[in-house]
């Protein structure tokens, strides 16, 4: 048996383990929020040090990653409007995408600055790493801020708060690849001017997402649902690849075009569950992609990137502190370090459209941050919770299923 | 594979679909056309994503003209494929192939899952009599045939009478093949219970094993007439003994331990399934094991060794919902159609021999078995179809006779593209025409009851 098959039992296995972490019991039982376990895994079966997973096998790999990349968009668009069985608020969100927006400028513009000097890039590859960084700087992972709550049973308004500006601050990275890959030299739509080009981009998958939700149409049957999805949703990241766009823009513009129609909750119930069979193996393979055999300076790059981005979120804690974070000080900012399997995505995309060594700083840029929001984040979310008065405030009968998903609408079959 | 009694679907829904079917060819022609010399890392996804989407809407549109939904999917992928509108390159059919074994596995799974100890004992005597005539007839009758209309066939036109005759007797056992994806995929779709459904199935699952029998006891007895100075060698049974007894084995552990999965935990089906269908199917490749007659094997098991068989082909036909549509665009694709069009009225008047037969042998074995008037009128059409099984031993005989391999290899797919575009539609026509498809609302369909005792 070649070791091509051995790899992909090793991945179905995981995607086995990561489907048993959907259930709201598991999520509080084990596992990481952020998935960082299997970053250190993928590294340690990786080159750098086991060598179980060669550079060639984990590429061979590499169509499924960018597909796992494009899915999770498409996951994370269909659910972006609605947090569990409420309606994601609509003040609360902004709030969380400006959030995400001024991270990401403001270690963008830190990079930007710097990269001559540390990792002398110049010309595009200076633009390309500073917003490749920047978008990577930009999400909370959701997961991280539903793991704080579920595990101490909070509830009030600072955990909705948290839960929606993590949910909202997604849409950040997709659009600023979308904007990346739009300025990218090369690509099948030279003619284009870079707006048209981010139009197309987003235009696509938006088109895609309104010929789905046609389709599903009246009688939305299951059996039929996926073929119309995973058509669509497969058409939508090789066109986006192909034509040198970003596939991550693409799909999220997918999914939220899907989040308006009247299927949305069947269709959020249906592509929920299939979250963390998909990010877990993406992100064992990110973890075995990482490259350290860098220049020190791109050390020293990457170092200062993760510095902006602590001080920033520390900054905007502050001033959250004084509004919808009343009285928790800088650790909400803290708290929004988190980041997770969807900064991986981000980082895996942007190597689709930029390889070498701008490619290899920019994941391991986020590997740092998830493994640094890991080590903060939840600790600082529970204290500013705890602050707020919030923990244990949910019936510990209420905790024993996933809130991910409308609870009518979880494990449901066929809807007709 | 989506399935029947959907509502029927109004004008703007057809125009839905007809627009989406459309954007799919558009993006993919824009993108072949406008990109030509960009090397895509997606080519294989981007090439799934058009064939599940326009297999699903083809298949949706060609419903009103009473076409199977396999034809549909057929028809998606002989149009986007190499042949025709090149949208998926010959390079992207053949990285495709492991959906295949996906696929056969899940066939196979779902194949025997529908075969309970009951049913095949009520139908035992239909299936022995079948078994046997449509077996020697077809075998004879187009060998025969084979003989007559070589002088039309061109690899066939300067062989002598000896290597003919082995050339025609190879013919006549792969025309023995039948196509249990079809079946599947039909019964899938219509989810006909009745005698005509239940037989079809059994019939055509067992066949499988006689068929592989006949092969190799064809290749055997053809080797001394075609190769100069060969003779009969009994190694090919041992080989093909120690593989049936393997696959049965091997088949019924695997079933236990399935049963016991699904009892014990339950969950995860789909990637139960997705290691079942790539890792296990490596594994028994590796140890000389035939994958198809395992999962055939273990279907078997989990269905009448424990309770849980409803539960693995509700998981078998969910996921067969998608991998269904992707195997037969992949097979559309697949055809070769220059060459089809090449030999078409040979392979036709072969085809057209074939059902003949057929039909004699199954109104014989009908009669002879006592059969339900349904079956007796309708057992034929079930039998046409062939497809993979048909493909792959035909290049078995290829690389075992070089000397008339290219020649008689090509015949074999250009007289199997008309069996699988022609057979599915004989097929559906009938279970509709008797009544057994079933038009209520989609539902979980259980494994295949008995067949209800003949009105006489």
Known sequence: ?416 | MSGHGSAQKGLATRAVQALALAVSFGVLFALSHFTADVESRLGAMTAIGFLVLAGTLLSELLEPLGLPHLSGYLLAGIIGGPHVLHLVPHEVVKQLTPVNTLALALIALAGGVELRVETLRSVAKSLAYASLIQTVLVLIGMGGMFLLLARYIPFAQNLELRPLLGVALLWGALCVTRSPSACMGILSQTRAKGPLATFSLGFIMLSDVVVVMMIATAIMLARPLITPGASISIDDFNVLGHEILGSVSMGTTLGLMLAMYLRLVGGQLILVLLALGFGVTAALKYVHVDPLLTFLATGFVVQNLSNQGPKLLHAVEQMGSVVFVLFFATAGAELDVPLLKQLWPIALALCAGRSFFTYIAANLSSRLAGDHPVVRKWGWSSLVSQAGLALGLGVVVKNSFPSVGDGFGSLVIAAVAINEMVGPVLFKMALDRTGETDTGAPVARPSLPPPPEPAH
């Open chain 1, 1 to 416: 048996m070649s070791d091509g098959i051995w790899l992909l039992l090793g991945l179905l296995l995981l995607a086995y383990l990561g489907s048993n972490l959907v259930g709201g019991r598991a999520i509080r039982g084990f596992g990481l929020p952020s998935g960082s376990e299997y970053l250190v895994l993928g590294f340690a079966l990786g080159p750098h040090v086991l060598d179980v997973l060669g550079r060639s096998l984990a590429h061979t790999f590499e169509p499924v990653v960018l597909v796992g990349t494009g899915w999770l968009a498409l996951v994370v668009g269909v659910g972006y409007t609605r947090v569990a069985d409420r309606w994601i608020n609509p003040g609360r969100a902004a709030v969380g995408v400006l959030l995400g927006a001024l991270s990401c400028l403001a270690v963008a513009a830190a990079v930007y600055l710097v990269a001559p000097q540390l990792g002398g890039f110049q010309g595009f590859s200076r633009l390309a790493i500073a917003l490749g960084m920047g978008a990577c700087a930009s999400a909370t992972t959701r997961h991280s801020v539903r793991w704080v709550v579920e595990r101490h049973g909070a509830r009030g308004p600072l955990a909705d708060f948290a839960a929606d500006a993590a949910r909202a601050s997604a849409l950040v990275a997709p659009l600023t690849l979308a904007v990346l890959f739009a300025l990218a030299p090369g690509g099948a739509l030279p003619s284009v001017p870079v707006l048209g080009r981010i139009a197309i981009t987003l235009g696509f998958g938006a088109g895609l997402g309104l010929i789905a939700a046609l389709l599903l149409g009246r009688d939305f049957r299951r059996d039929e649902s996926w073929g119309v999805l995973l058509g669509t949703g497969l058409l939508t990241v090789g066109a986006a690849d192909r034509a040198g766009l970003s596939l991550l823009g693409a799909m999220i513009a997918m999914g939220l075009t899907l989040a308006a129609s009247r299927h949305r909750l069947e269709i959020k119930a249906m592509l929920t569950p299939t979250e963390k069979p998909v990010l877990l193996p993406v992100t064992l393979l990110a973890g075995a992609y990482v490259n350290l055999k860098l220049p020190t300076s791109v050390f020293l790059l990457v170092g200062t990137a993760v510095l902006v981005k602590v001080a920033t979120r520390l900054l905007l804690g502050l001033a959250l502190s004084v509004g919808p974070a009343r009285g928790t000080g800088a650790d909400f900012g803290l708290s929004m370090l988190a980041s997770g399997g969807f900064t991986i995505a981000a980082a895996l995309a942007f190597s689709t459209r930029v390889p070498g060594v701008a490619s290899d700083a920019v994941l391991l840029f986020a590997v740092v941050s998830t493994i640094l929001g890991e080590w903060l984040a939840p600790a600082a979310l529970r204290r500013s919770l705890e602050r707020a008065g919030e923990l244990h405030a949910v019936d510990p009968a209420e905790m024993g299923r996933p809130s991910d998903a409308p609870a009518e609408l979880v494990g449901r079959e066929s809807h007709g």
